[in-house]
């Protein structure tokens, strides 16, 4: 089961060429894969990207019609290592995740598989959940695109520009034999648009024929002398096929060329945003007919250097708009304009807030300062956003008495089964005190809020029990308690928690929440779900498990 059923947009998906799709952002992201001859796809659901797996799932028939191969993956780590299919094989692969944390735990493979290499194009497609409205930490996908070298696509928030992204992307991971990321914002996720269709494409080689014909090359596999040989190809030979692919292909985009001395230099995936913010200020329409050039990174990484140059010689100054911290990009294009003895003043940070989500207002503001400074006759409109707080046409001055409005944290729903169990805690602290209680990623974290008050840490989905691990000390006379989701048991929480537990006689009481299905990530079917799946198996017993490891 799932929130929602695709059952009837999936149809959408045998439209071929000469069609016009109206549909919503996943949907489209499917479509890309189809088109692009994918052989296989995996992946672990999360926000926003949970529907792409809900959409595949409802697919089943449309992708063995063209011997595609999925799979509801057990974690994002075993999403990245199908991606060793494409290793030796000319398999093209897509494997989907939420953003940092799911990149998180797949680290271990990505790197791997970054190091050695592919043959068959590999696409990491990241639902990034950056900003106000995230309910994880606060981090960037970027860095570990730097740190593995793999090329990161950010696309502008558009249908067509997202389905050009995912068959891009494809080419260009082939191109430079580097797997690649694709950033999809929470808002590309879910705007609706149309694109033009093109017909879906049977994979050159399936993953049944693939095994058919084994083989392997030992300089792909990841060990030394071929690991160090590995770091050299990055540089000397895949940046550089990168480069060119990007450059070629004119993956990056230029508008208003050349209609002021000024400009400003954007991520891909913030340029509605961007828009809009100069659409207030009147220098550009609801359209993109902008009075200002731009140049939008549809590629956060690598950046490329002759055309940042290219963009920035002549000009006087350029606005970067680089959501997040650290600045990665703004040290790079500060590194690429010294050496390339650029002149042109390049602002970013000092002018935006340093971490955050860069909303229309962070935007609007930074921007106003910028073009006041250095083009002000592009600024024709003031929008009362610009308004000090205090002034009572502003859209953020006081109109009811903060104390009067009552906080309203997130919360367990009303009548959720999960209220008795944490009921029975508080219940149960009246006679024994307080203990120790480690929470775990799931919707029983909303226990750590008001009426219940309960959970100290979370570190993880699925290692609640894990961390309670340093606190089952053998002198102490006071069991720790851990929570668990069924969901994050069968993530990870079997092995690193209860098996770690078992292995290391760690004394704690551990409470798995099971509601027969990962409900944080949007009601889908685990190993011990009840469902009757024609095409999984389920009715495994989280009790038979835990047995099955030594707890008794």
């Known amino acids: 089961m799932a929130e929602r059923s695709f059952a009837n947009e999936v149809g959408k998906l045998r439209?071929?060429?000469?069609?016009?799709?109206?549909?919503?952002?996943?949907?489209?992201?499917?479509k890309a894969l189809l088109q692009s001859g994918v052989a296989y796809v995996g992946g672990y659901q999360g926000a926003p990207i949970s529907h792409l797996m809900d959409v595949l799932g409802d697919a089943k028939e449309v992708l063995d019609e063209l011997g595609v191969y999925f799979e509801n993956s057990a974690s994002e780590a075993t999403a990245a290592a199908m991606l060793a299919a494409s290793v030796h094989y000319p398999l093209r692969g897509?494997?989907?995740?939420?953003?940092?944390?799911?990149?998180?735990?797949?680290?271990d493979a990505l790197a791997n598989l970054a190091s050695g290499g592919v043959t068959g194009g590999a696409l990491i497609i990241l639902g990034e959940d950056y900003g106000e409205g995230s309910s994880i930490m606060q981090e960037r996908s970027h860095a570990f695109a730097m740190k593995s070298q793999m090329w990161l696509l950010d696309p502008r928030p558009d249908v067509t520009a997202i389905v050009d992204a995912v068959e891009s992307g494809f080419e260009l991971s082939e191109a430079s034999n580097t797997p690649v990321f694709l950033l999809l914002r929470l808002r590309s996720c879910h705007l609706h648009g149309a694109f033009e269709a093109k017909d879906n494409k049977r994979p050159p080689l399936t993953v049944t024929e693939a095994t058919r014909q084994p083989t392997r090359d030992v300089s792909r596999i990841v060990l030394p002398p071929a690991s160090f040989q590995h770091e050299r190809e990055k540089i000397e030979d895949r940046w550089p096929a990168a480069v060119r692919y990007i450059r070629e292909h004119g993956l990056n985009e230029v508008f208003g060329a050349d209609l002021a001395d000024v400009g400003?230099?954007?991520?891909?995936?913030?340029?509605?945003?961007?828009?809009?913010?100069m659409e207030l200020l009147g220098c550009s329409d609801a359209f993109g007919n902008t009075r200002v050039p731009l140049y939008v990174m549809n590629v956060a990484y690598p950046v490329i250097d002759e055309e940042v140059v290219e963009f920035c010689r002549g000009k006087r100054a350029v606005l970067l708009v680089e959501e997040g911290q650290p600045d990665f990009i703004e040290q790079n294009i500060n590194t690429v304009l010294r050496r390339a003895d650029v002149p042109t003043v390049?602002?970013?940070?000092d002018l935006f807030t340093m971490a955050g989500e860069y909303t229309s207002l962070v935007v609007t503001r930074?921007?106003?300062?910028?073009?006041?400074?250095?083009?002000?006759?592009?600024?024709?409109?003031?929008?009362?956003?610009?308004?000090?707080?205090?002034?009572?046409?502003?859209?953020?001055?006081?109109r009811v008495d903060p104390q009067l409005v009552h906080p309203r944290p997130p919360g367990l729903c009303t009548g959720c089964p999960e209220r008795p169990i944490f009921s029975g805690l508080k219940l149960a602290e009246r006679e024994t005190g307080k203990h120790h209680i480690s929470a775990d990623i799931g919707c029983h974290l909303f226990s750590v809020n008001a009426p219940f008050d309960l959970g100290a840490t979370t570190m993880g989905y699925g290692l609640g029990s894990a961390a309670a691990s340093a606190?089952?000390?053998p002198g102490s006379d006071r069991r720790t308690i851990a929570m668990m989701g069924d969901g994050g048991f069968w993530h990870n929480g079997l092995s690193?928690?209860?098996?770690?537990?078992?292995?290391?006689?760690n004394d704690q009481l551990l409470v798995v929440v099971d509601n027969g299905y990962a409900a944080a990530t949007g009601g889908q079917d685990v190993l011990s779900s009840a469902a009757e799946l024609p095409a999984r198996s389920t009715k495994h017993?989280?009790?038979?498990?835990?047995?099955?490891i030594g707890v008794r």
């Open 15 to 30: 439209q071929g060429a000469g069609s016009t799709l109206h549909v919503e952002g996943i949907l489209a992201v499917t």
């Open 94 to 107: 897509a494997v989907t995740w939420k953003s940092t944390v799911g990149t998180n735990v797949a680290a």
């Open 264 to 277: 400003i230099i954007v991520q891909g995936g913030l340029y509605n945003t961007l828009n809009r913010s």
């Open 346 to 349: 390049l602002h970013g940070k």
């Open 366 to 398: 930074g921007l106003h300062e910028f073009l006041a400074r250095y083009l002000p006759t592009a600024v024709t409109a003031e929008p009362a956003l610009l308004r000090p707080a205090d002034d009572p046409a502003s859209p953020f001055a006081t």
């Open 471 to 473: 606190l089952n000390s």
């Open 496 to 505: 690193s928690g209860v098996g770690n537990a078992v292995y290391n006689k």
């Open 541 to 548: 017993p989280i009790e038979r498990a835990v047995r099955g």
